[in-house]
């Protein structure tokens, strides 16, 4: 039911388990790996656990590969019998690439923390400085860019499901490459020539078709904790994801300081349910 487990324990035993399994990288992404950007969004994630199991040694920390539709499905149906009822490929769960992190709360529940992920979208950066042209008749410096990053919406929606009866959702999102570039920028080609990357061309950029999953606010911030919003009648708590956007590629240490802060903030979400010698 929990899927793959890849790292599970506390403390110590939790930071020499990871090393022995992925060795030394993730243990020094807020150190000697800080600037590199190699290191996968998994790597990344387990360098963040060790960190949390650092600074909380008395938690029990857990980091899995997959949550499954059924256990998604068995959550909706304990808030109200009528939702969770279609499934129809046993096996359907969603893959976050930077894993789920959870922690152990004072009832024995495990409590999601952290979901990471990285995506690349637009090569036009590297093709101009390698003097590479475009299109069709490769006459081009820039590539219309696809809708392949909308497919990260499905896992958005699929964990504020799970979540439904939490207070943060910590879902963190890294978009690098030309289609997620925040400001304008030249490149020159090997010939001379200087290409400007305009970063509001509709052709370019590709912000606009994630950020539903931040019901528009501000990018590069940190969403964990859920804010209440007053819509006529109604008060609605709105779960929204923390996107981080940007043309170059992030660093492994930019990555882990601002995942290690949605999870310090999810641990305080919920440390009223965290035993309090624990927290």
């Not at 809708?147 to 690098?176: G, S």
Request: charged share 25%.
């Amino acid at each position: 039911m929990a899927g793959e487990v890849a790292f599970k324990g506390k403390g110590q035993a939790l930071r020499l388990g990871i090393q022995q399994e992925l060795g030394g990288g993730p243990l020094t992404i807020f150190g000697e790996a800080a600037q590199k950007h190699d290191l996968s969004i998994r790597e990344v994630t387990a360098g963040v656990l060790t960190k949390l199991a650092e600074e909380f040694p008395n938690l029990e920390f857990r980091q899995r590969t997959s949550l499954s539709k059924k256990e998604i499905n068995e959550k909706l149906r304990s808030f109200d019998p009528r939702l969770g009822q279609a499934l129809f490929v046993e096996s359907a769960s969603i893959r976050p690439d930077g894993g789920i992190t959870e922690v152990m709360d004072r009832h024995g529940n495990w409590r999601i923390v952290l979901v990471g992920e990285s995506k690349h979208q637009g090569n036009d950066v590297e093709k101009i400085l390698a003097g590479v042209l475009q299109g069709k008749n490769k006459d081009q410096d820039f590539m219309a860019a696809g809708n392949a990053i909308e497919r990260m919406h499905k896992n958005v929606l699929e964990l504020r499901n799970y979540m439904l009866d939490e207070k943060h959702f910590p879902y963190v999102v890294f978009l690098q490459g030309s289609n997620f570039a925040t400001e304008s920028f030249e490149v020159t080609r090997p010939d001379g020539r200087v290409v400007k990357v305009v970063h509001d061309s509709g052709m370019l950029n590709r912000i606009d078709r994630v950020t539903a999953s931040s019901l528009s606010r501000e990018i590069n911030q940190n969403y964990c904790e859920n804010i209440i919003v007053k819509a006529g009648d109604f008060d609605h708590r709105f779960q929204i994801a923390s996107l981080y956007c940007k043309a170059a590629p992030w660093k492994a240490g930019e990555m882990a300081e601002m995942m290690l802060d949605v999870a310090r903030t999810s641990l305080k979400v919920i440390d009223g349910d965290l035993d309090t010698n624990q927290a």
